[in-house]
């Protein structure tokens, strides 16, 4: 991607991505987090959520990584945050699907760089809120 032809409006490409019980087990696995509400049903509705969920920061990095990939490039990415507003809940029968949308809000002529806010969801419903990149294009 290039700053000179990114405007205010600009929408990255929509992404989809399927998040299965099994992924969250690779994911345990690399982070070191086991916490069993991510693995275990009896464990996560012990605690009052309707079954296992995905890790938040795999659901961020999911949502990161639609920006880097837009950008051509992960150093691109200047500063990215978010709020967790909702779980992704992964039942064990089906992948729970993310849905990632991007949207340019602003743009920066002196430093090259734009905004982009990122729209989050899984069953219909916002799981990241607030999701914000900063990002540093030739």
Known sequence: MIFDEVEVGHELPVAHYEVSREDL???AEASGDRNPIHLDEATARSVGLP?????????????GSVVADWAGDPRAVVSYGTKFTAPVVVPADAPAVVEVAGRVVSRDETARTVEVDLAVTHAGAKVLGRARALVRLP
């Open 25 to 27: 087990r690779a994911y």
């Open 51 to 63: 079954d296992v969920i995905a890790h938040g920061m795999l659901t961020m990095g999911l949502a």
